[in-house]
Structures are given as C-alpha cells and as structure tokens.
C-alpha cells in the first residue's frame, strides 16, 4: 500500500478521498492525514487562489516530513455573488468555519436571487520528492438549494445541488458517499493526481 501525505486536519476529506481512491485506482493508494503524523499546527491559508492555498499546506507538509505530499482547497464560487465565496468558502460568515453559519449566510444573501448558479472548484497541489509542484483541478457545476436538505457529507454539502446524474434534483447531503464521488469536484481533481501518479510510475 502506498500512502501520501494528505497536508490537512480535516478527516472527513481524508475519510472522501480514501474511498474516491479506492474506487478509482488500481493501484494500492491511500491517504494519512498531518494528525497522523504527529502534525497538530494550524496552517494559515494566506494566498487568494485555491491553487496558492493548496500549494502552502502542501510545502508545509513537504518541508516537515521530507515526504512528497499534496494539499487540496476547495471553493465553491456562485455566479450571483461574482463568485464568492471562493477562496474564504471555509470562512464566509467568521473566522470559526462553521458550516451552518456559512450555509446560513449563504441561504440569506440568495433570499430573493433567482439566479442560482453555483460551482465547487477543488485545486490540488502535489510536492514530489524532488520539490517539485503540480497542480490538478476537478469543477461540478450546479446550483444553491432554496434550504437545506440531507445529513450526509459535510460542509455546503446540503446545499448544493448538482446538474449532472442527478434526475431528482438531490443535494450532496442527499447522496451516498459513492453516488457524490461519481461526479465530484474532489473526485475529479483526484483523478487527475492519479492519471499522472500512474504515468510517472
């Protein structure tokens, strides 16, 4: 089994892409999280791209352990909004990145939109053994619920609702974890990391 440093805290992204990883590949892949490796230290997510956030927790990890790594962030950009959140997606309504203080801002300031458009973008940096950065990006369009609906995933989860293979109009927290990483942007941009991690190997 192969295991890449996944340069994050959150286990509910690590538990996701060990399951995108084991549908996905032939290869023995996983992922451990920097808690696993005794790395407890908040990382500041300082640049005003997905991709330059990405790249810092990437190199932290990197720089920490000697180990290749990659790091994801993930935004989700509504076309009424001029695509914010964006890059503040985790911290919209403070500093505390609550998910339902988030989803609720989000819900009031789309009260009386009727343009609901709305995309999650994930960008993933990856530090080979030699430093070198790549980088991979998955997108799922969709659209912002009028409420929440739906208790699994985590997240915007219950408020996003994809266009594709979905007939019902179901958000993510209305989908099992194997119908979400059929078509999501997570799962696209892992993807991606497999297809090169397969060809360089």
Do not use: W
């Not at 089994?1 to 290869?27: G, P, Q, V």
């Not at 962030?73 to 505390?96: I, K």
């Not at 927290?173 to 090169?196: C, G, P, T, V």
């Amino acid at each position: 089994m192969r295991k890449f440093l996944f340069a994050s805290h959150n286990h509910n992204k690590a538990k996701e892409i060990n399951a995108i990883l084991a549908k996905s590949s032939d290869a023995e892949l996983s992922v451990v999280t920097l808690d696993e490796m005794g790395l407890s230290e908040d990382i500041p997510e300082t640049a005003d791209t997905l991709e330059g956030n990405a790249i810092i927790k990437a190199q932290y990890a990197f720089q920490h352990t000697g180990n290749e790594a990659f790091a994801d962030d993930t935004g989700l950009e509504v076309e009424a909004l001029n695509g914010a959140p964006g890059v503040h997606t985790a911290r919209f309504a403070d500093e505390s990145c609550d998910p339902n203080k988030n989803m609720a801002k989000l819900l009031d300031l789309l009260a009386n939109v009727d343009n609901r458009k709305a995309r999650f973008r994930t960008a993933i940096a990856y530090i080979d053994n030699d430093g070198n950065q790549h980088l991979f990006e998955g997108i799922v369009n969709g659209r912002i619920a009028l409420h929440k609906s739906g208790c699994e995933g985590f997240g915007y989860d219950p408020v996003f609702i994809p266009d594709e293979n979905n007939p019902n109009g179901l958000t993510f927290a209305e989908m099992s974890l194997d119908a979400k990483n059929l078509i999501s942007h997570r799962a696209r941009a892992i993807a991606q990391f497999i297809d090169y991690i397969t060809k360089i190997n």
